[in-house]
């Protein structure tokens, strides 16, 4: 019961180039600091990225350069329309896991190109294009990765994946892999994990008050 996909015809990668500058805009509109592109994970940008996914013969497929070609117009389009002062992210998925696939060498030359177009910071992460690619999970194990591209292609990176310990999140900051670390499910179990970090860290951050008033003791 589910829509056949089809190939997008040009003017259709047209309208989504727009869809995704005027999200952007509504962001910015909406108050929100910073843009980020999602390019990873078998979404639609990556799976023009992937010569897996990517089987077109048009400007759109082949070359690196054709295959890269409508995430640099989202960016270029994005770019344009929250002007400079607005930090642009983009993720990606740094590779397939897969021989033949998307790579760690063609994600270096992207993340150039993408530094060249007014991208700030890469947001490393991998795999999600392949269903059954094997990947080696482990703490830490997309790091790598961002360390690289931060050395190869001179851009910001932030890493992330199974970091959950505030220890190691200051490791791979210290070492000079990545420039920033993220976290979604650490965030999720424990909205207050920043805090607790700090605190580990030996830095003091003051909580709010009403969650103060609940590490206190009621009297009776």
Known sequence: GYLVPHALQPQEIDALVQD??????????AGFDLVEIHAAHGYLLHEFLSPLSNQRDDDYGGSLENRSRFLRRVVAAVRSRIGDEV????????TDYVSGGWGIDESVELCQMLRAAGVDLI???????VAHATIPFAPGYQVPFARRIREEASIPTAAVGLITDPSQAEEILEEGSADAVLLARGFLRNPRW?????????????????ITRA???HRP
Not at 20 to 29: H, K, N, Y
Not at 194 to 210: D, N, R, S
Request: aromatic letters at 8%; proline letters at 7%.
């Open 215 to 217: 590490r206190t003791l």
């Open 87 to 94: 930090p642009l992210f983009v993720r990606i998925s740094a």
């Open 194 to 210: 920043g805090l607790a970090a700090a605190e580990a860290l030996g830095e003091f951050i003051p909580w709010p008050v009403q």
């Open 20 to 29: 995704f500058a005027d999200a952007a805009e509504r962001a910015r509109r």
């Open 123 to 129: 947001d490393v992460s991998s795999g999600g294009n």
